[in-house]
């Protein structure tokens, strides 16, 4: 069954003594949008770091259309169509808005243009010459989003974009990721805001202290909402 | 309008740099436009790519003694000379950058200090090549057509090459490569992540520092007529670092700030020999104290606060957009 553009099998991760993912194994589809949810502390920044290459699994295995990328440096992972925003936003302070958008390697054709980026989001294109961190909170997730569109990524890994945004950003941060998907963009997305993950996502997983506890389907989620976050905590 | 203000710096530099050798001593003021490139290929590492070399003396004297060399031994013209003696240091710098940027921080810099002192016993030893102890004396400067005999002439024909190993400079930096070397020095999973093979780029601006370094170190020999070991000794290594301290990390231009103050504190002390080393001491921790980001950075935004109003009273209505600048 190698359908799955993104797979993970049996993925095991620990900082020093403490174990932070457990035999987590799971599957995205191409052009699917999937979303982890879970606590604090469940494991899934470092599941989607362990993904990008940016922390070593301790065992387990991470493929990439069916090509077994466990052991590859991160910016081959980049060059293969993996595009990372990491928590932080990661934008690069020293660096205009534009210079953090024109960084950023070409990795396929389906790399969205300079004049693409700018029409789907004004505010970036006002703010070019702008150091990146003088932006709010809601437009550095915007342009972090953006610069991992400009490598022209197909599978995206999304750490808690709405983390910490206005309503009505995170209702610009869905159509982004609404209009990525309709271009067949594959993405994971890690999520703790579980309205905004209904809104968007094609199906869901459960994580919980570094396992898998479940596979949800979206209409699953929906009809046992309160029960969910009851179990996150929020 | 704006365009000529832009240009207006580089306008009174090359005004500077043509007059310099009226106002003072022709050699001086070659060496510290030479010392200047020189920290600036210190600066290229430290203060983009944020590796800090403690053995660019390798490069600067690998320069010189390839420069002399090619002087002594062929008659071709001094800039020849020059641009084979930057060959030579980019070489060399293929393997050292290659094996030194593996490391970072204090390592980087103990293992760029080794391979500086490396090659300091080697010239010392090479005897027949490098006369050791020695040195190479007597290193003619030809270029046809010119006569270069005094101090000044050659500072006039050598300083368009040292222009350009400013520009280069100022290009790589003020290029996507250099996008890319401030995104290393910032966060470099992150690069990584972005899909850059990192050491690559490392590697590169280690190699394009060390090329610039031995240019400057070979115009050093051939404007002076010598090369001597000292030129490789650690101290020179650490003359550039404090040079480029001084005129403020990652500004590029404060390197030359940064040579004019350490040239003409060394020229002026020249008599003084006992008391260099207290007042030199002095003038640093005043330095250091007063201009904590270096002489440039904090010299150009004190300008700007000076020269610029508040950003909130700049911002341009009269084209109906909003314009919000950095200029």
């Not at chain 1, 997730?141 to 910490?164: C, F, H, N, Y």
Request: charged share 15%; net charge positive; proline share 4%.
């Amino acid at each position: 069954m190698s359908s799955a553009v993104l797979e993970i099998e049996g993925l095991s991760a620990r900082y020093g003594e403490a174990q932070a993912l457990r035999d987590v194994s799971l599957h995205v589809g191409e052009g699917e949008l999937v979303t982890l949810v879970g606590r604090n502390g469940a494991g899934k920044t470092t599941l989607l770091r362990c993904v990008m290459g940016l922390h070593r699994q301790s065992s387990g295995h991470v493929r990439l259309n069916g090509t077994d990328i466990s052991v590859w440096p991160p910016y081959t992972r980049a060059r293969a169509g993996l595009g990372y925003v990491p928590d932080d936003r990661g934008i690069y302070a020293t660096l205009a808005v534009e210079e953090n958008l024109t960084l950023p390697p070409s990795v396929a054709s389906t790399r969205w243009p300079l004049t693409r980026v700018y029409d789907a989001f004004p505010v970036l294109k006002e703010r070019r010459a702008h150091a990146g961190t003088k932006l709010s909170g809601g437009e550095q997730q915007m342009l972090s989003i953006a610069r991992a569109l400009r490598t022209g990524a197909s599978v995206l890994l999304l750490d808690e974009p709405t983390e910490g945004l206005a309503p009505v950003l995170v209702q610009r941060v869905a159509a982004m990721l609404q209009e990525a998907k309709r271009e067949g963009t594959t993405v994971l997305l890690v999520e703790q805001n579980l309205r905004f993950a209904t809104t968007v996502a094609d199906r869901h997983y459960l994580l919980a202290q570094g396992q898998i506890v479940e596979a949800l389907a979206n209409q699953e989620v929906i009809a046992r909402e309160s029960e969910l976050l009851r179990h996150l905590g929020v | 309008m704006r365009r000529g203000l832009v240009l207006l710096p580089y306008a009174v530099g090359i005004a500077v740099a043509l007059a310099l050798p009226r106002v003072m001593y022709p050699v001086l003021a070659l060496d510290i436009l030479l010392w200047g490139l020189f920290a600036m290929s210190v600066d290229l590492l430290l203060g983009y790519v944020g590796l800090l070399s403690f053995g660019h003396a390798a490069f600067w004297g690998l320069g010189a003694y390839a420069a002399a060399i090619a002087a002594k031994s062929a008659d071709i013209p001094f800039a020849l000379a020059a641009i084979l003696g930057a060959g030579a240091s980019a070489l060399l710098a293929v393997p050292f950058g290659y094996l030194a940027t593996r490391r970072r921080g204090i390592y980087f810099a103990m293992v760029t200090l080794a391979f500086a002192q490396l090659v300091f016993y080697v010239a010392n030893e090479w005897r027949d090549l490098t006369g050791g102890e020695n040195g190479l004396h007597g290193v003619p400067r030809t270029f046809p057509g010119l006569s270069l005999g005094r101090s000044a002439d050659f500072y006039y024909a050598a300083l368009p090459l040292i222009t350009l190993g400013y520009f280069l400079a100022y290009r790589i930096v003020h290029s996507p490569f250099g996008h890319v070397l401030v995104a290393i020095r910032d966060n470099e999973p992150r690069a990584q992540a972005l899909g850059y093979a990192t050491w690559r780029y490392k590697v590169l601006a280690f190699v394009l520092s060390g090329g610039l370094a031995g240019l400057a170190g070979g115009l050093f020999a051939l404007g002076n007529g010598f090369a001597s070991l000292d030129l490789l000794h650690w101290t020179t290594s650490g003359q550039a670092v404090l040079i480029t301290i001084l005129g403020g990390i990652g500004t590029l231009w404060g390197s030359l700030l940064g040579a004019v103050i350490v040239l003409e504190l060394r020229d002026a002390l020249t008599s003084a020999p006992e008391a260099s080393g207290v007042v030199t001491g002095a003038v640093f921790v005043v330095i250091v104290l007063a201009f904590r980001r270096g002489l440039w950075a904090t010299g150009r935004d004190a300008l700007r606060r000076f020269a610029a109003p508040p950003v909130s009273a700049r911002i341009d209505i009269s084209g109906g957009e909003v314009r919000h600048g950095r200029s």
